[in-house]
């Protein structure tokens, strides 16, 4: 039964055999008819690879299996041809090319010459793309083109005009340092600035984004525009407030920094008011980061040394802010050393930060237009300033701009001319008044001096962080002899002036007391001035005085005999002096208690000073006193007094004795000579009588 399987097998085979024999016959006579340029190489290998596959065909024939095994083995052997032919395929694909790449390189085709490119069109105004213009125009080609313009109001001068403008302000912008900015700003008002205002601003703000480090020469050129042209400077104050408020919510931290840098730069320049500055730091601070805090310290570092002249308060109250925020520490380390770097500046005196640089002070306070905006406020950037808008009365605008222009530059040519011809006068008279000064002597009555005296200490008093800060400012100061007085009465005129007492005063003048024994002397004549005066004061100022020299008696730094320029009596005192003392006598035993106070008021070197607060004259005046001391809750203080007071009538009658006895002596010796005179008297008559007996 096998053999005739194994012949059905074979002769199967066989004919699959011859089958596929033709069919890649066929297949590779098609071939080679489209690739007859093959090699015999080529060739060879195909032949080679064909033997082997009816090599692998005849072997599966012959080997023997059962019909699943048969089955399986086909399907093995399909999947294989399918294999060699794709394989086959991509072979036959790759060759293809390559011989196509190698007929190309044998026979290289000519290629044709390209056309040249049409040459560009002339550059006319109607060709300009964008609204704002786009392409670059020579400036040579754009004067010829201004000139071969006829119509000189038509849109297409003004868009030409518009352009020139525009790289003008660009240009002189871009070139301006402290140097030349003398030179620039001439250069800048012969343009149209109310024309090209918008591309003014837009030029500023820019040119400060690219270089912050120039920010102050920007703020100083806007300064001096904003004095002839004061919308300008609302203008661009309004534009970098809207940029600072977009870095904030976007936390672009480089636009932020340039933008409250250009802020504080404004202030310094009396552009912009400092509330403005004052507010951007409360917003800095509300809700600190690290990038808010950090544009907070460069804006505190850049105009503080101004806000420290115009509002020394609001600079405090940031700088409190500050310690508030170093103390909570939620911050970045390196932000809290900003900030500590910021208190030694301050420390300092903003050495190394001045507002405005020498080079570039170039306007008067009072030719100066100051612009108050609020952050909270809507605020119009006025954008469609930067884009070209056709004017219809272009030619009227220009000639206005023209006769400002020359009132502008011509007022500042004759300014200049009148200053050199003041200054040759001024020389001439100071050649001829030479002599005249040298013979004068001006005195000067109007007190200036002292005022401005006065104005210093207290700027410096009102300024200062802490009393030592003060006293060390004060002490730099040059008193003539005799003006200390001054600064001790400004000191007691501060502290009155509070709404409540600060320690502050009282330790400064402590300071100052322990320095100089001159001004330990003043301070005694201004207690023994306010005493007098004490019913001027009101309750406020009474209370703040009264601590004030409690506290220089509690620490010594005041002599306690100047007590004794005080007489507490019904009669010596009124309601205010009253007040006065009370004040002054509860503060000292709140600061040294009743048993320090007791041995300062029992000390037998001092008891001269003291009799006058404590009266022992007459029991009237020693009972005002104890009561008086007993009522404002010190009547330990009273021991002594009130042991006196019960010891008085004891007193009073050992004075009395020895005065009776000196009356009794004085009556008896009277009654021995009465009796004496009497005796005599008497004698005298008996004598009489014997005598006249006699007679008879």
Request: glycine share 6%.
């Amino acid at each position: 039964m096998r053999r005739p399987r194994s012949s059905d097998g074979e002769e199967e085979g066989d004919r699959r055999r011859r089958q596929s024999g033709v069919s890649d016959d066929e297949k590779e006579g098609g071939r080679r008819r489209r690739r007859s340029g093959d090699s015999d190489d080529e060739r060879g290998d195909r032949d080679r690879r064909r033997r082997r596959e009816r090599d692998s065909g005849r072997h599966r024939r012959r080997s023997p299996s059962l019909e699943s095994d048969s089955s399986s083995g086909g399907d093995r052997s399909s999947r294989r041809h399918r294999r060699d032919e794709s394989s086959r395929r991509q072979k036959d694909e790759r060759r293809r090319d390559r011989a196509s790449r190698e007929e190309r390189r044998r026979s290289p085709e000519r290629k044709e010459p390209t056309p040249p490119l049409p040459p560009p069109p002339p550059l006319l105004p109607e060709m300009i793309p964008g609204r704002t213009g786009g392409i670059y125009i020579p400036p040579f080609r754009m004067a010829q083109m201004m000139r071969e313009v006829e119509d000189k109001s038509s849109t297409e001068y003004q868009r030409l005009s518009w352009d020139a403008l525009k790289k003008s302000i660009n240009g002189l912008v871009n070139k301006v340092n402290a140097t030349n900015i003398k030179n620039i700003v001439p250069e800048l008002f012969a343009e149209n600035l109310v024309r090209g205002r918008g591309l003014f601003c837009q030029s500023c703000i820019k040119s400060q984004m690219a270089s912050p480090g120039f920010t102050d020469v920007f703020a100083a050129l806007v300064a001096v525009v904003n004095t002839k042209f004061p919308e300008i400077g609302r203008l661009l104050l309004v534009r970098v407030v809207l940029q600072l408020k977009r870095a904030y919510k976007r936390n672009d931290k480089p636009q932020l920094l340039a933008a409250t840098k250009f802020i504080a730069h404004l202030v310094n320049q009396v552009v912009a008011h400092e509330l403005v500055a004052l507010e951007l730091l409360t917003v800095l601070l509300e809700n600190p980061t690290d990038d808010s805090v950090e544009g907070a310290v460069g804006v505190v570092k850049e105009c503080g040394a101004m806000l420290q002249d115009l509002s020394p308060q609001g600079l405090h109250a940031i700088f409190e802010r500050f310690r508030g925020i170093l103390h909570e520490g939620e911050i970045d380390k390196r932000v809290q050393f900003l900030i500590e770097g910021l208190f030694a500046i301050r420390k300092a005196k903003f050495q190394g930060f001045p507002a405005i640089r020498p080079e570039l002070d170039l306007v008067e306070q009072e030719d100066q237009f100051t612009h108050e905006i609020s952050l909270e406020d809507e605020l119009d950037p006025e954008t469609n300033l930067n884009v070209f808008r056709a004017n219809p009365n272009f030619a009227e605008d220009e000639k206005a701009y023209e006769n400002l222009k020359r009132s502008i530059l011509g007022a500042e040519s004759s300014d200049d001319e009148e200053g050199s011809d003041d200054a040759s006068d001024e020389d001439d008279e100071e050649s001829d008044d030479e002599d005249d000064e040298e013979q004068m002597e001006i005195r000067d009555q109007t007190e200036t001096n002292l005022i401005n005296l006065r104005r210093t200490i207290y700027l410096t008093i009102m300024s200062s962080v802490d009393f030592e800060e003060a006293g060390h400012k004060l002490l730099k100061i040059k008193l003539e002899p005799g003006q200390e007085m001054e600064l001790c009465i400004m000191l007691l005129e501060c502290c009155s002036q509070e709404r409540t007492y600060l320690r502050y005063y009282g330790l400064l003048g402590q300071r100052f007391c322990m320095i100089n024994k001159v001004y330990q002397e003043n301070f005694e004549k201004c207690f023994v001035q306010q005493y007098s005066m004490i019913h001027r004061l009101e309750t406020n100022k009474l209370r703040n005085v009264a601590k004030f020299f409690a506290h220089l008696l509690g620490t010594d730094a005041l002599p306690w005999h100047v007590l004794a320029y005080i007489r507490l009596t019904e009669e010596d005192t009124t309601s205010s002096s009253r007040i006065f003392i009370k004040i002054l006598f509860q503060e000292l035993s709140e600061h040294l208690g009743i048993r320090l106070l007791n041995e300062k008021l029992n000390d037998p070197n001092m008891q001269d000073s003291f009799d006058s607060i404590f009266p022992k004259d007459h029991p009237k005046n020693t009972r005002f006193s104890i009561n008086f001391f007993t009522s404002i809750g010190l009547g330990g203080i009273t021991e002594t007094l009130r042991e006196y007071l019960k010891n008085m009538p004891r007193l009073i009658m050992q004075q009395q004795r020895p005065a009776s006895s000196e009356s009794g002596s004085g009556d008896s010796g009277s009654s021995s000579d009465s009796s004496s005179s009497e005796s005599e008297s008497s004698s005298d008559e008996s004598d009489r009588k014997r005598s006249k007996r006699r007679k008879k």
